[in-house]
């Protein structure tokens, strides 16, 4: 089975810069799929970050549009999530999840779009 591991978080002030990398094991990104980033703040709904579909078409949310930047290397079945110019707004827990068989869509950002989850990293904006 599909399993996804996330890396990358931590703490930061703001205006400051965080990395995360999502690993895929069990499959390697070929044929159609989306893979996306959402994070879940204390007492708030998940709500979609960003995607990726496998013609590298790229959709963001409108509050971090021109801050962060998806990107995903499927020779090493990774993606990556740059976080730039952070803000306290962007302290949650961020999971990275993926659909196999479909390019992202207008859905991109429902939850129930994605059949594979990772167990999520914390990032802390102070």
């Known amino acids: 089975d599909v399993q996804l591991v996330e890396s990358g978080g931590g703490s930061v002030q703001a205006g400051g810069s965080l990395s995360l990398s999502c690993v895929a094991s069990?499959?390697?990104?070929?044929?159609?799929?989306?893979l996306g980033w959402s994070r879940q703040a204390a007492g708030k709904e998940r709500e979609g970050v960003t995607a990726?579909?496998?013609?590298?078409?790229?959709i963001y949310a409108d509050s971090v549009k021109g801050r962060f930047s998806i990107s995903e290397d499927n020779t090493k079945a990774t993606m990556y999530l740059l976080m730039n110019s952070l803000k306290p707004d962007d302290t949650a827990m961020y999971y990275c999840?993926?659909?196999?068989?479909?390019?992202?869509?207008?859905?991109?950002?429902?939850?129930?779009?994605?059949?594979?989850w990772g167990q999520g990293t914390q990032v802390t904006v102070s």
């Open positions: 069990g499959y390697t990104f070929y044929g159609r799929y989306c």
């Open positions: 999840a993926a659909t196999l068989g479909f390019s992202c869509s207008g859905s991109w950002s429902a939850a129930s779009v994605y059949k594979y």
């Open positions: 990726i579909s496998n013609d590298g078409t790229t």
